[in-house]
T-cell receptor
Framework: DQQVKQNSPSLSVQEGRISILNCDYTNSMFDYFLWYKKYPAEGPTFLISISSIKDKNEDGRFTVFLNKSAKHLSLHIVPSQPGDSAVYFCAARANNNAGNMLTFGGGTRLMVKP | DAGITQSPRHKVTETGTPVTLRCHQTENHRYMYWYRQDPGHGLRLIHY???????DKGEVSDGYSVSRSKTEDFLLTLESATSSQTSVYFC??????????????FGQGTRLTVV
C-alpha cells in the first residue's frame, strides 16, 4: 500500500511553459514534504520542501503547493527549461518517525522539449 | 555536495553469493539509510540506522542485513543474492535535532546485477 503516490509516470512540456507535477499521500502523520530531482546515473538531489504549516513555498522557478485537506501537493516549474528534464520524486516524512526517514513516490519523468 | 561515498559503484555477482555494499559519510550525520530504486516503485527503504549499532528494518528488508559500527560507515549485506535483488542501491544521510531538520542527502548509487 503506497503511502505516497505520483500517478503520472511521465510528463512532456514545451520549453518556456509551465510544468506541473502532482503527488498524493495517505498518511495523516506526514508533516514535511520534499521534492527530489534525479538525473540518470546520479543520486537524487534535493530540490524544494514544504512544512505542513504552510501551503506554499517558492524558490526561484520552483514552487511547491500543499493542500492538506486533499492530501495533495504539486510542484510547479516556470518557465521550464531543457535542463529540467529528469525524474522527479515526491517524498514525505512523518512527525512520529523515530528514524527520520522519507517515504517516496514512484517518480515522474519530466521531458522538456526545446 | 554532501560527503557520501558508495562502493562499489557497479557490481555483477552470481546468484547465491554474498555481497556487501558500503556507504561512507564525512558529515557526521546521525541517520543513515539504504534505499533501492526500481522502475515503477521509486525509492524504497531497505534498512536505516539512527546511531552506531542502532538499526531497524524498512519497507523491503527481507534478504538484507546491515551493520553500523562507526558513525561514518553503514554496510548493506545481501547474504545470498537473488535475481530479484538486481537494482540500483542508494545510501542516504540526514540529521535532526531540536533546531535542525535537514533533507536527506544521497550518494551516487551502486548498480548491482545478480546473474
Amino acid at each position: 500500500d503506497q503511502q505516497v503516490k505520483q500517478n503520472s509516470p511521465s510528463l512532456s512540456v514545451q520549453e518556456g511553459r509551465i510544468s506541473i507535477l502532482n503527488c498524493d499521500y495517505t498518511n495523516s502523520m506526514f508533516d514535511y514534504f520534499l521534492w527530489y530531482k534525479k538525473y540518470p546515473a546520479e543520486g537524487p538531489t534535493f530540490l524544494i520542501s514544504i512544512s505542513s504549516i504552510k501551503d506554499k513555498n517558492e524558490d526561484g522557478r520552483f514552487t511547491v503547493f500543499l493542500n492538506k485537506s486533499a492530501k495533495h501537493l504539486s510542484l510547479h516549474i516556470v518557465p521550464s527549461q531543457p535542463g529540467d528534464s529528469a525524474v522527479y520524486f515526491c517524498a514525505a516524512r512523518a512527525n512520529n518517525n523515530a528514524g527520520n526517514m522519507l517515504t517516496f513516490g514512484g517518480g515522474t519523468r519530466l521531458m522538456v522539449k526545446p | 555536495d554532501a560527503g557520501i561515498t558508495q562502493s562499489p559503484r557497479h557490481k555483477v555477482t552470481e546468484t547465491g553469493t554474498p555481497v556487501t555494499l558500503r556507504c561512507h559519510q564525512t558529515e557526521n550525520h546521525r541517520y543513515m539509510y539504504w534505499y533501492r530504486q526500481d522502475p515503477g516503485h521509486g525509492l524504497r527503504l531497505i534498512h536505516y540506522s539512527y546511531g552506531v549499532k542502532d538499526t531497524d528494518k524498512g519497507e523491503v528488508s527481507d534478504g538484507y542485513s546491515v551493520s553500523r559500527s562507526k558513525t561514518e560507515d553503514f554496510l548493506l549485506t545481501l547474504e545470498s543474492a537473488t535475481s530479484s535483488q538486481t537494482s540500483v542501491y542508494f545510501c542516504a544521510i540526514s540529521e535532526r535535532d531540536f533546531l535542525i531538520n535537514t533533507e536527506a542527502f544521497f550518494g551516487q548509487g551502486t548498480r548491482l546485477t545478480v546473474v
